[in-house]
C-alpha cells in the first residue's frame, strides 16, 4: 500500500469551497489514474494521464478539474461540489496503460 | 465492449472452509483479468492477474483463479478461508484492447463474510 499514498484521507467541504486531493505514487510508473468509488455503484474511472498526458476524461464534469505536473504525482482539484460528490476517490498507477493498477487508500469526499 | 459479472453479491463460508468467488467476463479481445480485494476503509489490493500465460493463477494470500475461455469464467477460489479474508472482493477487466487508454471495467463486487 506505501507504493501509492493519497492525502488528505478525509476530507469535508462545502458547496462553495476550493479543495484540492493528492496523490503521489513511488513505483516509477508512467501512468496515473483517478477513481469514484460511491456506494452501491461500481468504481468509475474519472481521468487516465499517461506519461504526463490525459488519454481519458470519461465525462466527468468540469467541476472536477486533473493536474499531473509529473508521473510521479496526480492532483484533482475540486470546486463547487455537490452533495452527490461525495465518495471514496482512488488513486492509482501503472507501469504503462497496459498494466496492473496499484491502488491507494483513498480519499473519503464529503461535501455538505 | 468488455464487462465483468460477479454472480454473487454476498458469500458466506465457515473459517476453514473453501471459498469461491465467481465472475464472468465478457469481452470481444483475448482478456487481462484481474482480482482486486478491498478491505473497509482501505484501497484496492491487487490479488492476481491473468495475461493470457497459464491459465490457472496464483495469487497472493493463497488465492487461485482459473481462466475458461470455453465458459467465459475467471472464478476465485482458496482452499481454507481465514477470518483475515473478510473484504470486498472485484473482478476487473482490462478495456486497453479496444480503447487503449488503461481503462479497468469493475465488477459490482462480492462481500466475503467469513464465520468463525
Known amino acids: 500500500e506505501t507504493g501509492v499514498t493519497q492525502t488528505p484521507r478525509h476530507l469535508v467541504m462545502g458547496m462553495t469551497n476550493k479543495k484540492s486531493l493528492k496523490c503521489e505514487q513511488h513505483?516509477?510508473?508512467?501512468?496515473m489514474y483517478w477513481y469514484k468509488q460511491s456506494a452501491k455503484k461500481p468504481l468509475e474511472l474519472m481521468f487516465v494521464?499517461?506519461?504526463?498526458?490525459?488519454?481519458e476524461n470519461n465525462s466527468v464534469p468540469s467541476r472536477f478539474s486533473p493536474e499531473c505536473p509529473n508521473s510521479s504525482h496526480l492532483f484533482l482539484h475540486l470546486h463547487t461540489l455537490q452533495p452527490e460528490d461525495s465518495a471514496l476517490y482512488l488513486c492509482a498507477s501503472s507501469q504503462d496503460l497496459r498494466g496492473e493498477q496499484y491502488f491507494g487508500p483513498g480519499t473519503r469526499l464529503t461535501v455538505t | 465492449a468488455q464487462s465483468v459479472t460477479q454472480l454473487d453479491s454476498h458469500v458466506s463460508v465457515s473459517e476453514g472452509t473453501p471459498v469461491l468467488l465467481r465472475c464472468n467476463y465478457s469481452s470481444s479481445y483475448s482478456p487481462s483479468l484481474f482480482w482486486y480485494v478491498q478491505h473497509p476503509n482501505k484501497g484496492l489490493q491487487l490479488l492476481l492477474k491473468y495475461t493470457s500465460a497459464a491459465t490457472l493463477v496464483k495469487g497472493i494470500n493463497g488465492f487461485e483463479a482459473e481462466f475458461k475461455k470455453s465458459e467465459t469464467s475467471f472464478h476465485l477460489t482458496k482452499p481454507s478461508a481465514h477470518m483475515s479474508d473478510a473484504a470486498e472482493y472485484f473482478c476487473v477487466v482490462s478495456d486497453y484492447g479496444s480503447s487503449n487508454t488503461g481503462k479497468l471495467i469493475f465488477g459490482q463486487g462480492t462481500t466475503l463474510q467469513v464465520k468463525p
Open positions: 513505483l516509477g510508473h508512467n501512468a
Open positions: 494521464y499517461s506519461l504526463e498526458e490525459r488519454v
